[in-house]
């Protein structure tokens, strides 16, 4: 049963993630287009790994973690009372690059479909 609600608040606070980068007024974080790749919470609900990928690389996503680092507190506070959790989990973001990984990969199939 743990199993199970801990998939289910990943699922929400993946979502609600989202819609805060939205908000948030930060350059580092607005100009750029951003993805929540997952979001991996802790037995015990008190870490929150958040993988974020960049459409512009995996350069970008790294800028972009700086500034979503320094706007965890808020992220934090905002994800306690849309969830309504006692106690919000502790955010680590994580640069990673599987967006750039996938166009990488669709490339290469375009290619050769043209080949042939």
Known sequence: ????????ISEDM???ICALIRELKDPRVKDCMLSVVKADV???LSYCKVYISAMEGL???????????????????ELSNRLHLRRCPELKFIPDDSIEHSAQ??????DLEGEA
């Open 1 to 8: 049963m743990a199993g199970y609600r801990n998939s289910r």
């Open 14 to 16: 993946k979502r609600e």
């Open 42 to 44: 802790s037995g015990d």
């Open 59 to 77: 350069d970008r996503a790294k800028e972009a973690v700086k500034g979503l680092q320094s706007a965890a507190g808020y992220m934090r506070h």
């Open 105 to 110: 990969i669709t490339r290469m199939l375009e």
